[in-house]
Every structure is written in C-alpha cells, then in structure tokens.
C-alpha cells in the first residue's frame, strides 16, 4: 500500500512537471514569435554593449592617449590638411596623429631599451639604440600619410581620363552637367568618385557648384582635377558648351598621361644603374672568372 500511494504521488508529480514545462515552452514560443515582430526600443547602452571589445574600449582608450599626448603639437593647420589630403584615413584629427607618433616613439624607445638591457648591452649603448628607435616610431607615421597621399593622388589621376570619357559622353548624349556627374560617380567606387559624390552632396546642401568644386581641388591636390575644374567653372560662367570642353579636357589628359609615361621609361635606365652595378655585376663576374680562380692559383703555386 506505502509502495501504490508513492507511485501515485510520483506520476502527479511527474504529470504537473510536464504540464508546466509544456506551458513555458508555449509561452516562450508565442513570445519569440511576438519577438520577431515587435522591434524592441534600444538605448545607448544596449548599442554600445552590442560593439565589440575593440571598439568598445581598446580604441576609445588609445584616442584618448593620444590626445592627450598630442595636446602640445604645433602646425596642426599643415597636418590637418595633409589627413585631408590622404582621405583622412582612420577619422585621425591632427592631435591624435601627433599623439600616436609620441606614442610610438615612446613604445619603440622602451622596447629596444628593454631588449638591449636583457642582452646585457652597455648602458651608453642601449640609450644610443633605443634613442634611435625612438626616433625611427617618431617619424614613421609621418613616412605612412606622405605614402597615403601619394597612393591616393595617383589613384585620382589613374580614374580621372576614363572619368571625363563617361562624362563627355553623357553630356553629348543630353544629361545636364549634375546629373551625367552623378553618373559617373556612381559608376565606380574610387576615390575620384567619392569626391565627386562628396560635392554633389554639397550643391544638393546648397553650395554654389564653383565652391563646392573648388573644395574637392582642395581636398585631392591633383593638379590635372584643379585644370579640369577651372574649365568647368569657366565654361559655366561664360556659357561655353560643357560637351565640347569635356572632350578637350579628355584630350588633354589622355596627351599628359601618354607624355607622364614616356618621361617614366626614360627615368627607367637611371634606376637600373643602382641594381646592374652593384647586384647583377657582381653576381656575373662571380660565374664568368668562379671556375678560373682555382686554375690560376694552382698555376701560380
């Protein structure tokens, strides 16, 4: 009897387990379905929280070094405009550009320092060294946004002829000079297109079109970009066809292309003497009289 009422209890107990297991699950479906379709509001918290650990507390703490390291710079105005000039990468503004090269100079000075004393180097020695690579992290950064500049201008002018065909042929075919610019903005992604997108954005914000084109000479520093638009201004202030301006324009820069190229190949010959003299010299003198010095030392024992 004992054993038959404990059974009993055992099956009710197991019986309203289930039961109520059974209607969570169902509540938790209906509310992942509702889940689904409801948007849940977010506050700030919560965004941040979904960032990851990087960008959550790595490069917030390292900006904030190196503004703060960067606070005693000077000649923000040039660097300000060379971070233009190279696209601005990574949002850097000057004082936390001149706080990451202190911030590297000091990280490779202590470094080296470090390395240098676990080598038992002289002290005289490792101060030298590390000074050395203090200097070298100094001027780094510096060496990479002049390299930027340089890529990024080159890659302008690359984009620049194929961008005025597109552009001469969709004025000839009756687009008004905006709409054949957004064309071809938006028929590559390059940097060329993302300046032209950029002054578009600033006509559509109210900028008067020579303003807003002036900006982007500004912005690039490309030479052959700032002729083409001074031709644009001019020929909208005095009424001349844009079609044929375009075509003279592409003319134009497909004739210094051509002539850049050919000046490249006649610089050619001066930049292989460095490796022919000292590299591929060497190495066929090796080969050529190699085999013939033994012969002629034993000739002369």
């Known amino acids: 009897m004992p054993l038959l009422?404990?059974?009993?209890v055992l099956v009710i107990v197991f019986g309203v387990g289930f039961m109520v297991l059974n209607q969570r699950r169902q509540t938790d479906t209906v509310s992942s379905r509702l889940a689904q379709f409801t948007e849940r509001s977010m506050n700030l918290e919560d965004l941040e929280l979904q960032l990851p650990f990087m960008q959550r507390v790595v490069t917030p703490m390292l900006n904030n070094v190196f503004?703060?390291?960067?606070?005693?710079?000077?000649?923000?105005?040039?660097?300000?405009?060379?971070?233009?000039?190279?696209g601005n990468p990574g949002n850097l503004t000057p004082t936390m550009?001149?706080?990451?090269?202190?911030f590297?100079?000091?990280?490779?000075?202590?470094?080296?320092?470090?390395?240098?004393?676990?080598a038992k180097v002289q002290t005289l020695s490792a101060i030298q060294w590390s000074g050395v690579g203090g200097a070298l992290g100094f001027l780094l950064p510096a060496m990479w946004l002049g390299r930027q500049i340089k890529k990024r201008q080159k890659l302008i002018l690359k984009a620049l002829p194929d961008a005025l065909?597109?552009?001469?042929?969709?004025v000839t075919a009756g687009l008004g000079f905006d709409a054949a610019l957004q064309r071809v903005a938006e028929k590559w992604d390059n940097e060329?297109?993302?300046?032209?997108?950029?002054?578009l954005s600033d006509i559509r914000l109210g900028t008067q079109r020579h303003e807003a084109f002036r900006s982007m000479t500004v912005r690039t520093g490309v030479e052959d970009l700032t002729s083409f638009v001074s031709a644009v201004i001019q020929a909208d202030q005095l009424g001349v066809s844009m079609g044929k301006m375009l075509k003279i324009q592409s003319d134009q820069l497909r004739l210094r292309r051509r002539q850049r190229a050919e000046e490249e190949a006649q610089k050619a010959p001066i930049k292989m003497l460095f490796p022919l003299v000292f590299l591929i010299f060497p190495s066929m003198f090796v080969v050529i009289l190699g085999p013939a010095i033994p012969r002629l030392l034993g000739g002369g024992l």
């Open 104 to 118: 590297m100079a000091l990280a490779l000075f202590g470094v080296i320092f470090l390395i240098c004393m676990l």
């Open 192 to 199: 060329l297109c993302r300046e032209f997108r950029r002054a």
């Open 5 to 8: 009422i404990g059974l009993v």
């Open 67 to 86: 503004v703060k390291l960067g606070q005693s710079g000077k000649g923000n105005d040039k660097l300000r405009n060379n971070l233009m000039l190279a």
């Open 97 to 102: 550009f001149t706080g990451m090269r202190i």
């Open 165 to 170: 065909d597109l552009l001469s042929i969709s």
